[in-house]
């Protein structure tokens, strides 16, 4: 039975310039990787396929070739965590109307968890004259801006849960990390819905791609301006340490 690597997340995922490079003439070339119409969103209104991040060793891409699995990047620069939830359950279903035969363990659901203080919100835009959704970002300054924390901790356990529920439910290996925010679950009434099993070694609370990078490159903060991060993204040797680390995380727990 052919696998089916998923992987999902916000602009860690899916590359981001200047941290990668555009193509926007790119196509897609290799017959196992691609990316969903609208990254599986289907509140867009557009048809096409945007490929402008294909030809960038991306993470995604990466670990579907070393794992020689036919590989959908599903990621979307700006997303909060509760769209990424509902992106992934759409292309799964999406995938499993189109090959009609799932089956246990068929599909390997990777997905890099954005900050929790990232929120969709509704902002007026003059030059179209109407409220368009968008999302508050997480710069340092939202923790003592926003609300308290644990509503936040609250509202990520509850997405986590409801993606974490339907990936059981159609047996899918799991496996998720945060890539570039803690996620102190402990403190919240909720977080026995957590299980760490699925997360990467097994810790739901460490920013696990940043802090790799701190550990082999020393990069300390977010925006720290070096080859392996660049205005807060990681470049593309990031991504592809990243991507062996997932490999061998993947075929050592048996994922794959």
């Given at each position: 039975?052919?696998?089916?690597?998923?992987?999902?997340?916000?602009?860690?995922?899916?590359g981001d310039n200047p941290a990668q490079?555009?193509?926007?003439?790119?196509?897609?070339?290799?017959?196992?990787?691609?990316?969903?119409?609208?990254?599986?969103?289907?509140?867009?209104?557009?048809?096409?396929?945007?490929?402008?991040?294909?030809?960038?060793?991306?993470?995604?891409?990466?670990?579907?070739?070393?794992?020689?699995?036919?590989?959908?990047?599903?990621?979307?620069?700006?997303?909060?965590?509760?769209?990424?939830?509902?992106?992934?359950?759409?292309?799964?279903?999406?995938?499993?109307?189109?090959?009609?035969?799932l089956g246990t363990d068929k599909f390997?659901?990777?997905?890099?968890?954005?900050?929790?203080?990232?929120?969709?919100?509704?902002?007026?835009?003059?030059?179209?004259?109407?409220?368009?959704?968008?999302?508050?970002?997480?710069?340092?300054?939202?923790?003592?801006?926003?609300?308290?924390?644990?509503?936040?901790?609250?509202?990520?356990?509850?997405?986590?849960?409801?993606?974490?529920?339907?990936?059981?439910?159609?047996?899918?290996?799991?496996?998720?990390?945060?890539?570039?925010?803690?996620?102190?679950?402990?403190?919240?009434?909720?977080?026995?819905?957590?299980?760490?099993?699925?997360?990467?070694?097994?810790?739901?609370?460490?920013?696990?791609?940043?802090?790799?990078?701190?550990?082999?490159?020393?990069?300390?903060?977010?925006?720290?301006?070096?080859?392996?991060?660049?205005?807060?993204?990681?470049?593309?040797?990031s991504h592809i340490t990243w991507a062996?680390?997932?490999?061998?995380?993947?075929?050592?727990?048996?994922?794959?």
């Amino acid at each position: 039975m052919e696998k089916i690597l998923v992987c999902n997340g916000d602009s860690w995922t899916q590359g981001d310039n200047p941290a990668q490079t555009p193509n926007w003439e790119a196509e897609k070339n290799l017959p196992w990787y691609d990316i969903p119409r609208n990254f599986g969103n289907h509140g867009l209104v557009s048809k096409r396929i945007l490929y402008k991040f294909y030809n960038s060793p991306v993470w995604p891409k990466i670990v579907g070739e070393n794992l020689k699995f036919k590989t959908f990047n599903a990621g979307r620069l700006g997303d909060d965590n509760r769209g990424i939830t509902l992106r992934t359950i759409a292309v799964l279903e999406d995938l499993k109307n189109q090959t009609f035969d799932l089956g246990t363990d068929k599909f390997l659901v990777v997905v890099g968890w954005s900050s929790m203080l990232r929120q969709s919100i509704f902002e007026f835009q003059e030059e179209k004259n109407k409220f368009l959704k968008s999302q508050r970002r997480p710069q340092p300054f939202f923790r003592e801006e926003l609300p308290k924390s644990s509503m936040w901790i609250d509202d990520f356990i509850l997405n986590v849960y409801t993606l974490q529920s339907y990936l059981e439910s159609i047996n899918a290996n799991i496996l998720f990390f945060n890539a570039f925010d803690t996620f102190d679950y402990k403190n919240s009434r909720y977080k026995d819905l957590i299980k760490k099993e699925y997360w990467f070694n097994n810790d739901p609370e460490s920013a696990h791609f940043l802090e790799l990078l701190d550990e082999l490159f020393g990069v300390k903060e977010l925006y720290d301006e070096t080859k392996y991060m660049t205005e807060g993204h990681p470049t593309d040797i990031s991504h592809i340490t990243w991507a062996h680390y997932l490999t061998d995380y993947i075929k050592k727990n048996g994922l794959n």
